[in-house]
């Protein structure tokens, strides 16, 4: 008999067939231009396994073949990309935490000179089994109110995180996620630049990245699914 502990049913990891926690989103923050070719986000904390999701929009695309993420020197692939000629870019990279970080630094690097057209946002997903990529999509639009990255697929229970970056300002027309997609972050450049929006939802149907009635501007809209 178990003493000084309390009844074995407090201690639910001894029961048979227990269920793990459910898969949860945490934001994490946003960044905009600060400087020539570098944008970071400090205090970043991950435990072992996390998967760390990082989007990030500039205006200028020909920094695509040279833009780099990393936390702590850590390298996050580049899971989505999109550019529209040679101005608006998007990207969603990731990383599944092989160590445990604690207030490290997501700093992402560009070949590009004007800060004031850069920004980026951030969330971890933890409790997800695998953290692994199933699908990506994206769409540019030279001109929309209603961005849409179209279908993600196979369509497994697991996460679908979807940005959506356009050549716009904070003062711009927001619009409403579709597809249960769940509002998130939202970071924009102080002057005429660019806007990123968030979305998520953890969910085994078809998710895109889909606003309707935002104020028309030059977007990108992608989405990836992890499980």
């Known amino acids: 008999m178990l003493t000084g502990i309390g009844a074995p049913t407090a201690w639910p990891f001894f029961k048979h067939g227990v269920a793990a926690a459910p898969a949860s989103r945490t934001a994490l923050g946003t960044a905009q231009g600060s400087s020539a070719s570098t944008l970071t986000l400090a205090g970043i904390n991950l435990a072992l396994n996390d998967l760390l999701l990082v989007g990030t929009v500039n205006n200028n695309a020909f920094s695509a073949s040279d833009l780099e993420v990393d936390i702590n020197g850590n390298m996050l692939s580049q899971d989505s990309k999109e550019s529209g000629a040679s101005d608006l870019l998007v990207t969603i ?68 995180w979807g940005v959506v970056g356009t050549a716009g300002r904070a003062a711009d027309t927001l619009g409403t996620w579709q597809n249960g997609m769940t509002a998130g972050q939202r970071v924009s450049t102080v002057a005429v630049g660019v806007d990123l929006k968030e979305g998520w939802r953890f969910s085994a149907a078809a998710a895109r990245s889909q606003i309707l009635g935002q104020s028309n501007r030059k977007s990108i809209a992608a989405v990836v699914f992890y499980v």
């Open 93 to 160: 990279n990731a990383w599944k935490a092989t160590v445990a970080i604690v207030g490290g630094t997501i700093t992402v690097t560009w070949t590009v000179d004007d800060p004031d057209k850069m920004a980026l946002v951030a969330c971890k997903v933890s409790g997800l089994l695998a953290a692994a990529l199933q699908a990506e999509a994206s769409v540019y639009f030279a001109t929309t109110t209603n961005p849409d990255s179209g279908l993600t697929g196979p369509f497994a229970l697991g996460f679908h």
